[in-house]
């Protein structure tokens, strides 16, 4: 069985990253989205919440599984006997990095390679920090993220806004 991986923070998950989502599920048998437990870094939605979304934003796709991950991605990989990191590029400012990190994971495993996905140009200048941002201040962020995650989004700033 062919098994990919499509790692990220997906806080929260976007238009733009289902559609990678779909997309990659039809190149492999297996597609795991891994979600970054990213303790240290400054996170709207807990990854249990991020791991929840995603799960109801893909339940009719069947060989889309959703797990969390520390640690480093080419050993987590390696444990869900993925060969393959799919990536989303949306424009020349993503490329530098992911460049970066895909030959730093092929380095630390020569099995493992990094397949990228151009992103929809619907989609291209979507991104979870401005979905944030852009509800931050109340703004409409319905042809960003599907309105069952609109939902989630501003319930966080309400009760962000309420608690202040
Ligand atoms: P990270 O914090 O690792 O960048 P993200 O959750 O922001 O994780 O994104 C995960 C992956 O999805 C990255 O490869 C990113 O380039 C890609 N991606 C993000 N937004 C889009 C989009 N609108 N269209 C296509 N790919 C995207």
Do not use: W
Request: hydrophobic letters at 40%.
């Amino acid at each position: 069985m062919h098994t990919a991986i499509y790692p990220g923070s997906f806080d929260p998950v976007t238009r733009g990253h289902l559609d990678i989502i779909e997309r990659a599920a039809k190149t492999t048998d297996k597609l795991i989205v891994a979600v970054l437990n990213n303790g240290a870094k400054n996170s709207l939605f807990s990854v249990e919440e991020r791991v929840k979304m995603l799960e109801e934003e893909t339940k009719d796709i069947p060989n889309v599984e959703i797990r969390s991950f520390n640690g480093l991605l080419v050993e987590f990989a390696a444990q869900c006997d993925a060969h393959v990191i799919i990536r989303g590029l949306r424009a020349i400012t993503d490329f530098e990095y992911e460049l970066q990190m895909a030959q730093t994971n092929r380095v630390l495993n020569h099995n493992i390679d990094t397949l990228f996905l151009t992103a929809d140009l619907k989609y291209s200048y979507v991104s979870s920090s401005t979905v944030k941002e852009v509800a931050r201040f109340g703004g409409d962020i319905s042809s960003f993220v599907t309105p069952n995650i609109a939902n989630y989004v501003m319930k966080k700033f309400t009760i962000h806004s309420e608690s202040k």
